[in-house]
């Protein structure tokens, strides 16, 4: 609980960092077997497991992967959250993570992480320790170092970014797009999301929204949907092998998600060139008609997995 790097808008990082021994978690385990789920680590940074300070803790990590990977009927195990700082820290610990685990390119491991910004100053304001041990300015490098070491170690981030951090200008909008545009040749999706005034911001600014997004907003947003629909193939193509054996269903799933993706592929040309990046004049005219959004048949998708689960 809690990951003691103080970052301003996180309501987490408010609560008392502590970590439950690998008794209590192994007990924890054996519920969800009996229940026939396979466990998932949650933590806010997993690899902070059992670390008196900043500095990884490596025998802590090790022993408890080791250890959860041991119980009976454990076939799997998943992971909820991780920091790059911590990958970039000590990627031997990685590695031995996923040897522990036996991932490999078509069985990788994913969890959750934030890059947040590619900004030093909105580092520096806002989330400084974040980035330890190492400095704001570093932030951008850690950030690449971190997803080439996960990278190689076969797991894919799903990463978030926020857009309207008090203070934030077009330059550190820029460095976030260029940094995005860096991070294009690693699998992974980036999630770009609206800053919601909760944790130690909470009463001091207002939460952000779409009739506040700029241009430059409209172009990181747009760069992040770009790096996603680059790899939606690829992630969709490996996890439908790995969670669905029903060959009719995974045919069906992907032609879906294909047809989904082609959609935002549209709507990412149309904003570009025929908006020149107003989103909001854009989803304006999408409500009253004027764009023919084609969504993606949600609920298609839906029953398809109602099957698989009955199957």
């Not at 009996?34 to 025998?59: F, M, W």
């Not at 200008?169 to 999630?191: A, C, G, M, N």
């Not at 004049?281 to 084609?294: F, H, L, Q, V």
Request: proline share 5%; glycine share 8%; aromatic share 8%.
């Amino acid at each position: 609980r809690g990951c003691g790097r103080g970052c301003d808008f996180c309501v987490p990082t408010m609560q008392r960092y502590r970590c439950l021994p690998v008794s209590h978690i192994l007990k924890e385990v054996e519920v969800n077997v009996r229940a026939g789920r396979q466990p998932i680590l949650h933590a806010e940074d997993v690899l902070r497991y059992g670390a008196r300070s900043i500095e990884v803790n490596r025998e802590a990590v090790i022993n408890l992967f080791k250890s959860v990977k041991a119980h009976p009927g454990v076939r799997g195990v998943g992971i909820s959250h991780f920091a790059l700082a911590s990958v970039a820290s000590a990627p031997e610990v990685v590695e031995e993570i996923s040897n522990v685990l036996e991932v490999d390119e078509k069985h990788w491991l994913s969890g959750q992480t934030g890059i947040e910004t590619g900004s030093p100053g909105l580092m520096k304001r806002h989330m400084r320790g974040k980035c330890k041990p190492f400095t704001p300015e570093d932030w951008p490098q850690v950030v690449l170092e971190a997803f080439d070491i996960l990278a190689q170690n076969n797991w894919v981030p799903c990463a978030t970014l926020i857009m309207g951090l008090p203070g934030e200008t077009e330059r550190d909008i820029e460095y976030t797009i260029s940094l995005v545009e860096k991070l294009r040749p690693f699998k992974s999706l980036i999630v770009p999301l609206f800053l919601v005034a909760m944790g130690g911001l909470k009463g001091k600014t207002r939460s952000f929204t779409v009739e506040d997004m700029t241009v430059k907003h409209t172009m990181l947003l747009l760069e992040c949907w770009e790096h996603n629909l680059k790899w939606a193939p690829t992630l969709i193509e490996e996890w439908t092998n790995l969670s669905i054996k029903n060959p009719v269903l995974r045919r069906g799933l992907r032609i879906v998600l294909s047809y989904g993706i082609r959609q935002g592929e549209r709507l990412i040309r149309i904003c570009r060139d025929e908006y020149d990046y107003n989103l909001k004049e854009m989803i304006e005219d999408a409500r009253k008609g004027e764009i023919k959004t084609a969504p993606l048949p949600v609920r298609f998708v839906y029953n398809l997995l109602r099957i698989r689960e009955i199957l």
